[in-house]
Protein backbone atom coordinates (compact mmCIF):
# COMPACT_ATOMS: atom_id res chain seq x y z
CA UNK A 1 0.00 0.00 0.00
CA UNK A 2 3.07 2.01 0.66
CA UNK A 3 3.79 1.62 -2.68
CA UNK A 4 0.59 3.27 -3.71
CA UNK A 5 0.38 5.71 -1.76
CA UNK A 6 4.20 7.12 -3.10
CA UNK A 7 2.78 7.21 -6.52
CA UNK A 8 -0.08 9.04 -5.96
CA UNK A 9 1.82 11.77 -3.97
CA UNK A 10 4.06 11.99 -6.82
CA UNK A 11 1.38 11.81 -9.67
CA UNK A 12 0.01 14.86 -7.58
CA UNK A 13 3.24 16.89 -7.71
CA UNK A 14 3.23 16.25 -11.27
CA UNK A 15 -0.27 17.17 -12.09
CA UNK A 16 0.75 20.11 -10.09
CA UNK A 17 3.70 21.03 -11.92
CA UNK A 18 2.40 20.39 -15.47
CA UNK A 19 -0.73 22.70 -14.78
CA UNK A 20 1.21 25.48 -13.72
CA UNK A 21 3.32 24.83 -16.74
CA UNK A 22 0.37 25.11 -19.08
CA UNK A 23 -1.00 28.07 -17.21
CA UNK A 24 2.84 29.66 -17.73
CA UNK A 25 2.34 28.87 -21.44
CA UNK A 26 -0.96 30.04 -22.03
CA UNK A 27 -0.24 33.77 -20.37
CA UNK A 28 2.84 34.28 -22.13
CA UNK A 29 1.21 33.22 -25.30
CA UNK A 30 -1.66 34.87 -24.64
CA UNK A 31 0.21 38.58 -25.26
CA UNK A 32 0.63 37.89 -29.09
CA UNK A 33 -2.69 36.63 -29.36
CA UNK A 34 -4.12 39.41 -27.96
CA UNK A 35 -1.28 42.54 -29.10
CA UNK A 36 -1.02 42.69 -32.88
CA UNK A 37 2.46 41.98 -34.07
CA UNK A 38 4.54 45.38 -34.95
CA UNK A 39 6.53 43.60 -37.65
CA UNK A 40 2.99 43.01 -39.55
CA UNK A 41 2.69 46.54 -39.79
CA UNK A 42 4.59 48.74 -42.69
CA UNK A 43 5.46 52.04 -41.86
CA UNK A 44 8.32 54.47 -42.72
CA UNK A 45 11.38 53.95 -40.39
CA UNK A 46 12.67 57.31 -41.46
CA UNK A 47 12.71 60.96 -41.72
CA UNK A 48 10.42 60.72 -44.66
CA UNK A 49 7.22 59.29 -45.94
CA UNK A 50 6.74 56.50 -48.30
CA UNK A 51 4.12 56.29 -51.15
CA UNK A 52 2.91 53.79 -53.95
CA UNK A 53 1.80 55.09 -57.23
CA UNK A 54 1.09 52.64 -60.16
CA UNK A 55 4.94 51.00 -60.76
CA UNK A 56 6.89 53.25 -58.72
CA UNK A 57 7.34 53.13 -54.78
CA UNK A 58 8.63 55.78 -53.18
CA UNK A 59 10.58 55.95 -50.39
CA UNK A 60 11.96 57.92 -47.53
CA UNK A 61 10.72 61.45 -49.43
CA UNK A 62 11.18 64.46 -47.48
CA UNK A 63 12.01 67.75 -48.32
CA UNK A 64 15.12 69.75 -47.67
CA UNK A 65 14.85 73.62 -47.44
CA UNK A 66 15.23 76.76 -45.17
CA UNK A 67 11.75 78.02 -45.61
CA UNK A 68 8.79 78.10 -47.34
CA UNK A 69 9.41 80.79 -49.30
CA UNK A 70 12.41 79.20 -50.12
CA UNK A 71 13.31 76.38 -52.68
CA UNK A 72 13.58 72.77 -51.71
CA UNK A 73 15.59 70.15 -52.46
CA UNK A 74 13.45 66.48 -52.57
CA UNK A 75 14.93 63.75 -51.09
CA UNK A 76 14.71 59.93 -51.33
CA UNK A 77 14.34 56.89 -53.42
CA UNK A 78 12.36 55.58 -56.15
CA UNK A 79 11.84 52.36 -57.31
CA UNK A 80 10.06 51.25 -60.78
CA UNK A 81 8.77 47.71 -61.21
CA UNK A 82 7.67 48.44 -64.59
CA UNK A 83 9.19 47.01 -67.90
CA UNK A 84 9.55 51.02 -69.25
CA UNK A 85 11.66 53.98 -68.11
CA UNK A 86 9.05 56.45 -66.48
CA UNK A 87 8.96 60.28 -65.25
CA UNK A 88 7.79 60.48 -62.15
CA UNK A 89 6.35 64.89 -61.96
CA UNK A 90 6.17 66.20 -58.38
CA UNK A 91 4.09 69.44 -58.45
CA UNK A 92 4.44 71.52 -55.29
CA UNK A 93 3.57 75.21 -53.71
CA UNK A 94 3.22 78.00 -56.01
CA UNK A 95 3.30 76.06 -59.37
CA UNK A 96 6.96 74.54 -58.03
CA UNK A 97 7.73 71.71 -60.31
CA UNK A 98 10.63 69.27 -60.88
CA UNK A 99 10.66 65.84 -62.85
CA UNK A 100 12.53 62.61 -61.89
CA UNK A 101 13.15 59.80 -65.10
CA UNK A 102 13.26 56.00 -63.47
CA UNK A 103 14.32 53.69 -66.16
CA UNK A 104 12.46 50.16 -66.08
CA UNK A 105 13.37 47.87 -63.44
CA UNK A 106 15.59 49.98 -61.39
CA UNK A 107 15.55 52.76 -59.02
CA UNK A 108 16.85 56.76 -58.58
CA UNK A 109 18.37 57.51 -55.21
CA UNK A 110 17.82 61.57 -55.10
CA UNK A 111 20.75 62.04 -52.26
CA UNK A 112 23.08 61.54 -55.51
CA UNK A 113 24.28 65.02 -56.74
CA UNK A 114 23.38 63.67 -60.28
CA UNK A 115 19.99 63.56 -59.62
CA UNK A 116 19.45 66.54 -57.86
CA UNK A 117 14.72 67.18 -57.80
CA UNK A 118 14.98 71.10 -57.05
CA UNK A 119 11.59 72.67 -56.20
CA UNK A 120 11.98 76.38 -56.42
CA UNK A 121 9.49 76.87 -53.33
CA UNK A 122 9.18 74.06 -50.73
CA UNK A 123 5.77 74.99 -49.64
CA UNK A 124 6.72 74.44 -46.12
CA UNK A 125 8.53 75.69 -42.96
CA UNK A 126 10.68 72.76 -40.97
CA UNK A 127 8.96 70.12 -39.43
CA UNK A 128 5.66 71.12 -41.07
CA UNK A 129 3.90 67.97 -44.03
CA UNK A 130 3.13 70.01 -47.48
CA UNK A 131 0.97 68.44 -49.63
CA UNK A 132 2.61 67.60 -53.28
CA UNK A 133 0.84 66.15 -56.29
CA UNK A 134 2.95 63.17 -57.62
CA UNK A 135 2.35 61.99 -61.18
CA UNK A 136 3.81 58.94 -63.28
CA UNK A 137 3.49 59.67 -66.99
CA UNK A 138 3.81 55.29 -67.75
CA UNK A 139 0.02 54.75 -66.51
CA UNK A 140 -0.62 58.62 -66.00
CA UNK A 141 -1.25 57.52 -62.61
CA UNK A 142 -1.53 60.90 -59.78
CA UNK A 143 -1.98 61.44 -56.14
CA UNK A 144 -1.21 63.81 -53.47
CA UNK A 145 0.81 62.99 -50.82
CA UNK A 146 2.22 64.81 -47.90
CA UNK A 147 5.60 64.94 -47.47
CA UNK A 148 7.71 66.10 -44.52
CA UNK A 149 9.77 69.32 -44.59
CA UNK A 150 13.41 69.37 -42.84
CA UNK A 151 16.18 72.02 -42.68
CA UNK A 152 19.85 72.04 -41.89
CA UNK A 153 19.37 71.95 -38.56
CA UNK A 154 20.52 68.14 -38.63
CA UNK A 155 23.74 68.12 -40.18
CA UNK A 156 23.38 64.91 -42.48
CA UNK A 157 20.34 67.13 -44.30
CA UNK A 158 23.28 70.56 -44.62
CA UNK A 159 24.70 69.22 -47.83
CA UNK A 160 21.21 68.92 -49.32
CA UNK A 161 20.28 72.72 -49.33
CA UNK A 162 19.57 73.99 -52.73
CA UNK A 163 21.30 76.98 -53.81
CA UNK A 164 19.01 79.98 -52.77
CA UNK A 165 17.49 78.14 -49.73
CA UNK A 166 20.46 79.16 -46.75
CA UNK A 167 18.86 80.45 -43.97
CA UNK A 168 18.69 84.03 -43.66
CA UNK A 169 19.34 85.94 -40.67
CA UNK A 170 21.01 84.79 -37.16
CA UNK A 171 20.11 81.39 -35.81
CA UNK A 172 19.23 82.51 -32.70
CA UNK A 173 16.74 85.08 -32.04
CA UNK A 174 17.58 88.29 -30.55
CA UNK A 175 15.35 88.84 -26.92
CA UNK A 176 12.92 91.94 -27.06
CA UNK A 177 12.02 94.63 -24.50
CA UNK A 178 8.41 92.31 -24.42
CA UNK A 179 9.67 88.97 -23.49
CA UNK A 180 9.03 87.48 -20.28
CA UNK A 181 10.90 84.38 -21.32
CA UNK A 182 8.02 81.64 -21.20
CA UNK A 183 6.33 80.52 -23.95
CA UNK A 184 8.99 80.87 -26.38
CA UNK A 185 9.89 78.81 -28.99
CA UNK A 186 12.29 75.74 -29.40
Not at 74 to 100: F, P, R, W
Amino acid sequence: MRFTAMNRAQGGKLALAAGSLALALATMTGCGYINPQQTSHQYAASDGIRADLGPLQLRNMLIVSAGADKPGRLLGAIYNSSSQDVKLTVNGAEGSQTQVPVKANSYTLLNDSTDEAILSTSGGIAGSMVDVKVTEDGTNVSKTVKIPVLDASLAEYKEYLPAGSEPTGSATPSPSPSATGTGAAH
